[in-house]
């Protein structure tokens, strides 16, 4: 069974191996990983309009992933940008975004949950994000470390660090699970060491997002299309690709 | 004073004109309107995955409309895609969506909405656009004639009839004001018929939409930078322009 | 276009003549707006008792500013008292409250907001506003500066200090836009220097509510009768005046 | 102790003593119990309008009972009109809504709970109530029998069997409590009969009040003045007397 | 009419007695009261499991109670365990469980309401208490003393200052009425002293629980079978009783 | 690594083997699976009585498998009856109980959920369920097709014909995933049949249970201990063990 962990940015190649390790790290040995990173999109994702860049080209990845036959994705980006349209592409295909993954996890390991954020630019977005989680009512608060996404790694102390003081913050904001809100914070491996300083679960969003979408493709666990409609235009025949879809007059 | 109506998808000229008579005839005379659309983008907005793809292009012509003065701006979809990204790219300019602006207005006309809305693909969407606005304790029901957007012109009366028909039954679920979820229902000018009909208030989203945007524009009532920063890499002065945030590998 | 904006208390000429001024700058060349105040009715409202012994005299001003065939009448109180009645008894001036219309305004420019108040006796008044808008999961906070509203006036600096004081609190409660909740606040001019020091928007419930009434009164979107019925003894003709409801024993 | 049943309109001594004795088989023997009722006021309550011009005169019973001594007293009225501004005005008498009673109440005894009330008017006020009540999540729906307050007792078998039509209807919704919006069907005695034929309890808001604000105020359960707070006014000393909060110009 | 309160865990007959009497002093003079402890269950009651561990056997003197013909009972711990499951069991008995009676007796007095526990281990029952009542748009805080439930008689003087302590936290939190989250606090008798110091409504919820059973014992207000339905295995007659519902293997 | 499933009520020894083949079809090849059934509890869980009686024997196998070293458990009830006590009383081991799973399963998998439950008699515990999920705003409604849960397997091809037939319903309802809401229901496999003629993701709690234990236990995503403590007494080492949590007088 395959599996794919799509960055909806571009991404050196050494960083993509190195995450893609990690997350073989984390399955189970019959479930094959690869990571795929889009050729053109934004360096990081700081803000909605960055969330929307990334999605025309993300959504061929996905669309040619199901082609192939690959059993789940891993939407790379805790946002969510775009998965409600890759869903509406894609039949066959379990895809996760690990921003309401994450949540739901928390949810289903404690009470009450914050989520720690990078910039106070996504703050906003946390919020709408926990309302289609549909989560409002167990969620208490959310922070920024305000550490830009491209410099998380650059000081995995220092970014340790303020993610254990945020922490606390939460903690007597009243949480018993903290969410990690962006990937990068996840590929820096620094839930573990955060749980051992604060005594509460640490969700990871890559970790717990490969998870989940590795159990529910093993059991074709695909999402609902009732929900998620083929775009009609699709669904009708009008339009043959993705492509079409985008017209010029 | 000048609001433009953005149309986040290709139109043909003699169209666009016929709407932007529309809102000439719906504003004050000391306002100004004048209809702009992309050039390239989705023929018709029905899914998700379309709203996601007419973002890039409409937010140019956003940017380039704060720049040259323009106090106000529509954004001609009733899904709201890409509101709040514009919202982050500008700071003077106020920017309305006619989703967020037809449900306020319904609940600041009646106590319960509901909404019709043209696909059944586009039901999650109006659900997710409802929790975004804050407004589920107010929300009725969403329902969808089913008439692909590109058809609702061509049998005024048929479709008049079909939305007076669903109108019914959300007025049986509780409705006591309906709020029209698609820009091309709004131009088709059927509010006011289906108000005879129905005897509640039938919000037409394009125009309450303008009539708001030249309300708040009149009074400089822009948006919070605070909920919608400007991204960081443009703030912090590392990216220049808007097509510098979309990098290749 | 003629707009009323309905004083539920008795004023002093001077300072009505001088809110009809300020009243006159916010809208539209071709809308006439004048104010009208009971003559008899509470000194100010900071209580709901305060509240309902408003109602009787400012429902006869209502409804003889429908029958003289006015557009729009705004409510001048921020608790919105009465509104639901004055609704009832007209069917074709739009009528609006700036409570409801000041939050919802606030939803529209921002993501997240708070009141602040005149004083403690108005706090849970501000509660059940918010719930009656349908908008609590967009609601932080609401804080009282604790002035007399017939006080508001007399020091503007010092009202001035505590609002921007009050206002940091409620920014760190997490809001990103303010409503001010009291209309004395509103004609006190202290929004625009508010949000200079304070860099959110800083809602005036005087100026939107005007704005707004204008806005839907041009289009002529009135309130939902399917809400807010007529009274059945009057519907029913058993009673022919406003006057008549009121009997004695 | 004394409670005291406050009718918030004109009634005729011959109503107003058949109320008070079945509100006296309701008690225990050692609780007294006085109907009262305002001289001028609305001849019944079905609207809003109808609802605040109750108000000033029940006010002036209340604060006179209070003053008398008497423990407790029960609004007469299931929408409950001027309730907040009774509790500013008081401090040391129990005085409890029968609408808030009952839903309460409902929740107590089920789990999700439907209101009945008499006409299509007042359903607005029902939500309004319940959200002021904080019961939203355990509400399940209102109807109205369309039977105006002054015919329900004309006709007892006819309003009975309506009552029954409408809370099978309500049942349908998925309720598992019945609470009867109105005093006077309290007062004609329908609950039980209902009971019979529905199999689930039906609150009489008229039995539930003044049990309730009996048991309250044997202990002394008065109301927060947190939460209502006697007016500034004459709280500071600046009014002496309710009469003087109302002033002419 | 006779209430028994049933101790949900062994108790030692000299502090049954001492509640007793006290349970005695808040009721009418008509009124039985009768306190009953199962033989076998936790000594105290400060976490899920213990909770759980008590409701075998309360169940018992439950339907015993019944049988015999009680008209009331009142479940002797603020957690309500197993209220759902006795209201199974019976049909013609009144059931309270003090914490749902407190927190809407704390609604019915003010308008939010902060809950005081005895340990950080019974945080998050009291948020799932608050979601079952329904009541989580009128809730404010929960903080625990962190007294152990068997110490807070012990130092009398102590218990009290830590309860002043924590009320004073949760009136900053916004709160306008306190429950008292344990049946030991409330028979500790401490409310009163609270009320002094804190100037707000404080619930002791053995005593509000007396007195809703007695209230709606009095005029038979049970429980709706809709919603707490008969056991099917009992309801079908294929057992017999209470006993025959557990089985082995 | 190991998963237990944890059966609280006595099942034949083939029914259980039956069980413990499918739960083995379902997992990784490395997951070894395990049914456990307690030896004395109830036939079957259709009521909250049922519930509780389940907990005392079903918590001594949950602690059991922790001091084993078993990685995970799932509760073998889809009410999760005792779940959080048998998280107080664990701290390694995950365990999940497959009512929350699955509707947070749904959730992940579609926008809007139905239950179909066993009885009318579970419709109250589900409400509860899902509030206590925090999934209300997700949650469409719940149906019982009022076979009782030790019938569900006597006729297959009648059960899945009901569940189908209330399927259908919740769709009129608005749902577009469904969960079941008994593990008999999952073990009777006649979810994929459901999907098949409904046309929805149809969730088998006792798949998604088994798969999401096996998930989050392979990363020890283990619940959180400030959300559910270890019962104090214990945590203090005043008991040592879980027997000694039952005293008696």
Known sequence: MKIVYVVPGPMDNKEAKRRENLLKEWVFPSTEVEVRTVTTGPASIESMYEEYLSIPETAKLMVEAEREGVAGAVLGCAGDPGLDAYRELTKDMVIMGPGAVGMHAAVLRGSRFSVLTVM????????????????RSKFVSVRAVNIPVLDLAKDREGTLAKLVEYGKKVLE?????????????????????????????????????????????????????????????????????????????
Do not use: Q, R
């Open 173 to 249: 904001d009243g949480a018993d699970c903290i969410v990690l809100g962006c990937m990068s914070m996840g590929f820096l491996e620094v839930a573990e060491d955060m749980e051992k300083e604060l005594g509460v679960p640490v969700i990871n969003p890559a970790k717990v997002a490969i998870k989940m979408t590795e159990a529910f493709a093993h059991i074709n666990y695909t999402h609902s299309k009732k929900a998620f409609h083929t775009p009609p235009k699709i669904a009708n025949g009008k339009v043959k690709s993705l492509d079409e879809l985008l017209v010029s007059k």
């Open 120 to 135: 106070d630019s996504t703050i906003t977005s946390v919020y709408d994000l926990v309302d289609k989680a549909g989560l």
